[in-house]
C-alpha cells in the first residue's frame, strides 16, 4: 500500500483534528488580530462533508497505491524509489528537517525578524512576534525531495487558503535561506500572511499540490492532508490502476487497458509538461536560469526535437521512473545514436569528449541550484 494511503488510514486522524484545531487559530489570528488566539472555535467540526466522504470512496474504489504494484512491476518499483518523485510531499511534522530543526531559532537574513521552530504533539510550528505579540503557525507540508531544496506550505483546510514560507532547505548549502523570490516580501505588512512569507490563494495552493502529489481533491473537499495522495506516484502517470491490479490477481491483466499509453511522442511530451512545463504554462516572466528548470519547453525549441520527425521523448535519454544518473557516458551514448550515422551532423570539436558539457551546459536558477539546459545548440557564440 501506498505511503499516503497507511498513513491516511492509520495515522493521520489525531493528526488532522490537531491541525485543523491550531490552523484555525493561526489563520484566524492572521486574518483578525485583535482576537485571543487561544481560544477554540465554538463552531469547530470534525465529521465530513458528504463531498469529502465521496471523494474517499473514489479514491479507495479506484486506486491501488505505489506498494500494491511491488509484487509484478519490481523493476519499476524499486526505481520509482529512488527518484525524487516519490518524495515530492511530506507531511512536515514527519520530515527529517523537522527533526532537525527542532528548538531551533533562525535569525532571517533579509528582516530584523526571529523564528522559533516548535514540535509539540506530533505537530511542527514556527512561532515569532509580530506586531507585538507572538503568533504560532502549523506547517503542514514539506515540499521537494531535497535533491535540490525543500520549501515548506501550510494550507487551512477550511478555506483552501496557504503560505508558501520564507524559509528553505537548500541542500547544497546545506542550511535554510530565503526562499526563491521571497526578496519582494523582504518588508511586509504587519499582521499578515506575509510575516511568514508568500500568501497562496486557493487556486495556487492547489496548483502547488496538483504538480507534487497523484490526487488533489476537488474543491468542495477541505485542503487536509488526508485527502490528498502525496508523491508523483504509478498512478499519477499511469492513471488509477485498481481494477488492473485486481485482474492481474486472476491473471486477466490484459483485460483492463491502460488509462493512457505513451506510444505517441507528443502525448508523452505533453504528460511531463503538465508539471515539468512547456510553452502552453510557463509564466512569461521566467528567468533565462528558471527557463532551464523547463525540460519539456528547452527540448521542444532543439533542432534535435524538431528534426527527428518527433521521435524524441525524455526516454530517449531518462527511465521515467528513476533518479537522473550523472554518468556523462550514458548520455553520449544516446547523442551518438542520432549523431554517429553517415548521413547525420558530426561534432567537429570534440566528437567524443563530454556532450553535455558544452551542448547542454549546466544554468544556475537561484543560490547555487542548477539546472541543465535541454535545449541542445551549439553553444551561444560559436555560431
Ligand atoms: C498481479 C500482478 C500485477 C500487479 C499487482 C500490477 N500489475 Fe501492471 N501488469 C501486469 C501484467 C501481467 C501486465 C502485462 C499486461 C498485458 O500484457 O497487457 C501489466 C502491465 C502494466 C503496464 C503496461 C501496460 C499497461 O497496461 O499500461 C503498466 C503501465 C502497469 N502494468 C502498471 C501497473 C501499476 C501502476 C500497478 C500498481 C498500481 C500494477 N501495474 C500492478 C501485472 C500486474
Ligand atoms: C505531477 C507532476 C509531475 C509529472 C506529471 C511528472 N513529473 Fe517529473 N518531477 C516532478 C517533481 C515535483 C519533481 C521533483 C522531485 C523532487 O522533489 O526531487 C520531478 C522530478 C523529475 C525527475 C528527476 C528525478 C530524480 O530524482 O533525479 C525526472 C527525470 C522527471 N521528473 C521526469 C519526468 C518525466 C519523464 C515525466 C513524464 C513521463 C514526468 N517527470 C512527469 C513532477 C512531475
Ligand atoms: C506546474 C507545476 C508545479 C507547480 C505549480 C509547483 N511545482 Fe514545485 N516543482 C515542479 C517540478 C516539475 C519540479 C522539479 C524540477 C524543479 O526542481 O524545478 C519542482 C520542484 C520543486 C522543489 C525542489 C525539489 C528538488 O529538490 O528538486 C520545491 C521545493 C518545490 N518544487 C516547491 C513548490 C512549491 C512550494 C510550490 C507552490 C508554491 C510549487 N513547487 C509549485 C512542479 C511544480
Ligand atoms: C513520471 C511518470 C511515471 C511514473 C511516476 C511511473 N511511470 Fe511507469 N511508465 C512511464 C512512462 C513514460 C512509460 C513508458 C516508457 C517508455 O516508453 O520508455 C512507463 C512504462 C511503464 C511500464 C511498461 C514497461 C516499461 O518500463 O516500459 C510499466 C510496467 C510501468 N511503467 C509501471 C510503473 C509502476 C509500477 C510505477 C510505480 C512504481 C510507475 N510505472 C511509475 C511513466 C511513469
Ligand atoms: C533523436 C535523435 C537525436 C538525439 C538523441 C540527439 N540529436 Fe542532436 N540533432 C538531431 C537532429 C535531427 C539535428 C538537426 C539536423 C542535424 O544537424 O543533423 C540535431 C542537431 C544537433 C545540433 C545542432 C544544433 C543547432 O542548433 O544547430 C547539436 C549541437 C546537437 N544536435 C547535439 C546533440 C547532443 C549533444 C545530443 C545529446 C545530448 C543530441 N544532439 C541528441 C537529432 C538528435
Ligand atoms: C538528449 C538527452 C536528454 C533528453 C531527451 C532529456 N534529458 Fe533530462 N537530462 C539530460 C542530461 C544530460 C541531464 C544532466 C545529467 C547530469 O546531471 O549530469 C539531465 C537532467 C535532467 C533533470 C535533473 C535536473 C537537471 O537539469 O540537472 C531532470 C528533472 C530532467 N533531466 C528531466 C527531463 C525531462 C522531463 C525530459 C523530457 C522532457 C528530459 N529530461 C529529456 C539529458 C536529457
Ligand atoms: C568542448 C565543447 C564540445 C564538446 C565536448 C562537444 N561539442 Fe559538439 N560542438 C561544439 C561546438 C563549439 C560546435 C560548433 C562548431 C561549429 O560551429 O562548427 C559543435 C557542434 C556540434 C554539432 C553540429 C555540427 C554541425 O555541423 O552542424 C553536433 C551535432 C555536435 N556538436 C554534437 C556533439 C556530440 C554528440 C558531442 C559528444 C559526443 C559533442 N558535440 C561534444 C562543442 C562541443
Same mark, same amino acid.
Request: proline share 6%; glycine share 4%; with cysteine.
Given at each position: 500500500m501506498n505511503h499516503s494511503l497507511v498513513f491516511q488510514k492509520f495515522r493521520v486522524a489525531g *493528526?488532522? *483534528?490537531?491541525? *485543523?484545531?491550531?490552523?484555525?487559530?493561526?489563520?484566524?489570528?492572521? @486574518?483578525?488580530?485583535? %482576537? &485571543?488566539?487561544?481560544?477554540?472555535?465554538?463552531?469547530?467540526?470534525?465529521?465530513?462533508?458528504?463531498?469529502?466522504?465521496?471523494? #474517499?470512496?473514489?479514491?479507495?474504489?479506484?486506486?491501488?497505491?505505489?506498494?500494491?504494484?511491488?509484487?509484478? %512491476?519490481?523493476?519499476?518499483f524499486?526505481? #520509482?524509489?529512488?527518484?525524487?518523485?516519490?518524495?515530492? *510531499?511530506?507531511? +512536515?511534522s514527519l520530515s527529517s528537517l523537522a527533526e532537525q530543526l527542532e528548538g531551533d531559532e533562525y535569525q532571517d537574513p533579509r528582516r530584523s525578524q526571529?523564528?522559533? $521552530?516548535?514540535?509539540?504533539?506530533?505537530? $511542527?510550528?514556527?512561532?515569532?512576534?509580530?506586531?507585538g505579540r507572538e503568533v504560532n503557525f502549523p506547517v503542514s507540508w514539506l515540499l521537494g525531495s531535497g535533491t535540490h531544496a525543500q520549501t515548506p506550505v501550510s494550507i487551512d483546510p477550511g478555506s483552501g487558503?496557504?503560505?508558501?514560507? @520564507?524559509?528553505t532547505w537548500f541542500a547544497g548549502r546545506k542550511e535554510i535561506g530565503v526562499t526563491p523570490d521571497h526578496e519582494r516580501f523582504d518588508d511586509y505588512q504587519p499582521g499578515s500572511l506575509e510575516c511568514f512569507g @508568500?500568501?497562496?490563494?486557493?487556486? #495556487?495552493?492547489? &496548483?502547488?499540490?496538483?504538480? %507534487?502529489?497523484? &490526487?488533489?481533491p476537488p474543491e468542495n473537499v477541505p485542503a487536509s492532508l488526508d485527502h490528498f495522495m502525496a508523491n508523483v506516484g504509478c498512478e499519477r502517470c499511469h492513471g488509477p490502476r485498481k481494477n488492473h491490479v485486481k485482474l492481474a490477481h486472476l491473471g486477466r491483466a490484459?483485460?483492463?487497458?491502460? &488509462?493512457?499509453?505513451?506510444?505517441?511522442?507528443? !502525448?508523452? +511530451?505533453?504528460?511531463?509538461? #503538465?508539471? %515539468? @512545463?512547456?510553452?502552453?504554462?510557463?509564466?512569461?516572466?521566467?528567468?533565462?536560469? !528558471?527557463?532551464a528548470r523547463f525540460q519539456p519547453l528547452r527540448m521542444k525549441q532543439s533542432r534535435c526535437y524538431l528534426e527527428s520527425q518527433k521521435t524524441m521523448t525524455c526516454s530517449t535519454c531518462h527511465d521515467p521512473h528513476d533518479r537522473v544518473t550523472n554518468d556523462r557516458s550514458h548520455y553520449q551514448k544516446?547523442?551518438?545514436?542520432?549523431h554517429s550515422a553517415p548521413e547525420q551532423s558530426h561534432c567537429k570539436v570534440e566528437p567524443s569528449g563530454d556532450c553535455v558539457k558544452c551542448h547542454m551546459p549546466a544554468v544556475e536558477w537561484y543560490s547555487g541550484i542548477k539546472f541543465h539546459d535541454h535545449r541542445i545548440q551549439i553553444p551561444p557564440g560559436d555560431n
Open positions: *493528526i488532522v *483534528i490537531a491541525l *485543523i484545531v491550531t490552523s484555525l487559530l493561526g489563520w484566524e489570528f492572521l @486574518r483578525n488580530p485583535d %482576537h &485571543a488566539a487561544e481560544e477554540t472555535p465554538d463552531d469547530f467540526q470534525t465529521t465530513e462533508s458528504p463531498a469529502a466522504r465521496d471523494w #474517499q470512496l473514489f479514491l479507495s474504489d479506484n486506486f491501488a497505491g505505489d506498494e500494491a504494484c511491488q509484487e509484478c %512491476h519490481a523493476e519499476q524499486a526505481a #520509482q524509489q529512488r527518484s525524487g518523485h516519490s518524495r515530492t *510531499i511530506t507531511p +512536515m526571529q523564528l522559533q $521552530f516548535v514540535k509539540q504533539n506530533e505537530q $511542527f510550528f514556527v512561532s515569532t512576534e509580530d506586531d487558503m496557504g503560505v508558501e514560507f @520564507r524559509w @508568500r500568501p497562496l490563494g486557493k487556486t #495556487q495552493a492547489r &496548483a502547488c499540490m496538483n504538480c %507534487h502529489a497523484t &490526487a488533489v490484459d483485460e483492463a487497458p491502460p &488509462a493512457f499509453t505513451y506510444d505517441d511522442p507528443a !502525448e508523452y +511530451m505533453d504528460r511531463c509538461a #503538465q508539471c %515539468h @512545463r512547456d510553452e502552453t504554462n510557463t509564466p512569461s516572466e521566467s528567468t533565462p536560469g !528558471e527557463l544516446s547523442c551518438l545514436s542520432c
